[in-house]
């Protein structure tokens, strides 16, 4: 335990720290927006469609990764 103590102080200096900027506020608002624009959205037929992987075709790579039951 005292190893990762002093291997969090010690990192802690080089880590990217960022202020945070605007307010949380306007990122709750715009939850609350989004979510009433679609509240009239339909909801998919099978449970499967939620997720959908796209199709990429020519060799490209997903920027997403698809649904799978591999680890499961």
Do not use: D, W
Not at 4 to 32: D, M, N, W
């Amino acid at each position: 335990m005292m190893l990762s103590y002093l291997l969090f102080f010690a990192g802690s200096p080089i880590y990217v720290k960022s202020k945070p900027e605007g307010s949380p506020v306007v990122s709750l608002l715009q939850v609350f927006i989004a979510s009433f624009r679609n509240r009239n959205l339909p909801f998919p037929s099978h449970p499967n469609h939620i997720f959908s992987c796209p199709s990429h075709g020519h060799g490209q790579p997903a920027a997403t990764v698809c649904k799978t039951n591999h680890l499961r």
